[in-house]
């Protein structure tokens, strides 16, 4: 079994200097816009948009056991909160956006959890479905509002006073990314966590233990929601639009698809979900139009192979080589 | 306002026939089989777009064989799908269930992209041959009145199915507890694909009935599986009863809602959705939501 030892070794390594690693990948983050062409920097960009969203999503997905088909409703009202107060009434200070972002998305994933959370699996998954296209209807429809499906258009905001463009807009995704990866980190192994892995492995169980257990699940969507919101409201000035399809249940399956493609059994799984994401769909939107088919099949391949996600069934097959040794 | 009640009221059941078809199919497929089937509106627009070839002749015999066909077909793709795919998942959780149903429905749609394209199509020629009738001064479309009592008879000769047949009480014996029904020695497997077949065979009715009075368009899936998710909630999942009371529930609220706050007509459905979540969370005919 010289290959399992091998990928121990890797392991081991990285274990032991994950210090060393993590500085590493900041550095190289940092790094990018001066090495790299405007595309990349989006792309990357992007990928930690999609980073953020989907750890947000795994708090209630993957630690509390709540899959939200409507995920793309948090998101979506990030976004619009930017573009809204920006396009009407001519806010322009990133500042005041991304507070009044976290704002709008902590209020309405308040509401819509206290209803959701109510039920749990099947029936959670149809409610948050429902209410994920309320959202995307009703920008359809307030046209004069939200400009129906035309959209609009975003502009790069100021930050500190300072006109932002890709670059400075790229440092504030990767400082947020950062800081919310690291919140996340702290969430999930804090007793409000513990509680809430609790919760996943057995409601009723931890019920009895005196768990208000609805509660602690409403907490976690709000949680889940307001990291949604943040994503949003980085989504809009990246890409410079807002349209009604960011709040299409096709997105909200994009953000469960790029959580099980990394796995959603250990914390960074949505990350490396969500770079490959990012990356593969770039490539592959730009060379067929059958994305939606891909995307699909992918989903059920998934649900059929690979109940870890595709990073997680690598590492439980190489865990395996490796104690099998 | 008051001379035109009736005419809403017409509407609003005529929209209520449509939205029972198809959630029928998806309660009935989730009482069965406990899979909550997100490729269920896809099977729905895939059934319109069938029909569609069929119901642009003007041959009213090839179109009765379009209305045959295209609920026939699509039952079958149903079956295909629960023999093919969804038999693999009945153990495994409810994520993995949800995520190849949703998967599925995002393949459909596409293929359904793929072959005939994004534009809408209309197929209009039965609906101005049929013509209106006249109720109380105002003109309301025969072919509308034919899909409330196609919706109705369909309802019925389920019902009587289901409660006095033999295969209608070994469906529900399956629904109750499929694990005792199959040690008494019932096929349960010959059941849950059964099932699915009437499930595909009432999402393809809808479909081939919903179009020729609008289009076949992309999008149609979405918006039938969501606005049949209201129906169930409303109505309990699991429950046709609950399926068609909580069908003439949205029918009606659409029906007068666009007329008497056309801005808000939907969300005031989404209010008396989250009012029946709040009073009665299993819905009206819902019964306790358990785990099997």
Redesign the interface.
Known sequence: MSNGGGLNKIVESLQKNQYYFILAVIAVLFLIPSVSSRYYIFLVGLALIYSIWALGFNILFGYTGLLSFGHAAYLGIGAYTVALLMNKLGIMSYEVLLLASIASSLVISMAVGFLCVRYTEVYFALLTLAFGEFFFAITYKLYDLTGGSDGMSVLYPTFLGQQMNLTSLYYVIVIIFIVSTYVGWRIVNSPFGKTLQAIREDPVKAEFAGIPVKRYQWYSFIVSGIYSGLAGALYAPLFAHVVPDLFHWTTSGEVLFLTLIGGYRFFLGPVFGAVIYAFLRSYITAYTIYWPLILGLSVMIIALGFPDGVIGSIIRFISKRISRR | MSALIPIFLLNGIYYAALLFLISAGLTLI?SVA?I?N?AHGALFMLGAYIASIFLMYNDIRIIILGFVLAPLTIGLVSVAIERG?VK??YN?E???????T??????I???V??TFGTQPISVTGLVNSMGGVDILGYTFPAYNLVVIVAAVVVGIVLGVFLERTRLGWIIRACSLDSEMSSALGINVNLIFAFTFFLGGLLAGLGGALILPPTVAMPGMD?NAL?ES??V??IGG?GSIRGAFIGSLIVGLIRSFGIYLFP?YE??FL?II??AV??IR?RGLFGKE?R?V
Not at chain 2, 94 to 100: F, P
Not at chain 2, 102 to 107: E, K, P, R
């Open positions: 989730f406990r909550l997100l795919l693999w998942i495994r409810q994520e993995y269930q949800l995520l190849l949703y998967g599925l429905s995002l393949v749609s596409d293929i992209r793929i979405v969501i998710f209201i169930i909630v999942l801005e939907l969300a989404y959705m989250a979540l709040l969370p939501y785990r």
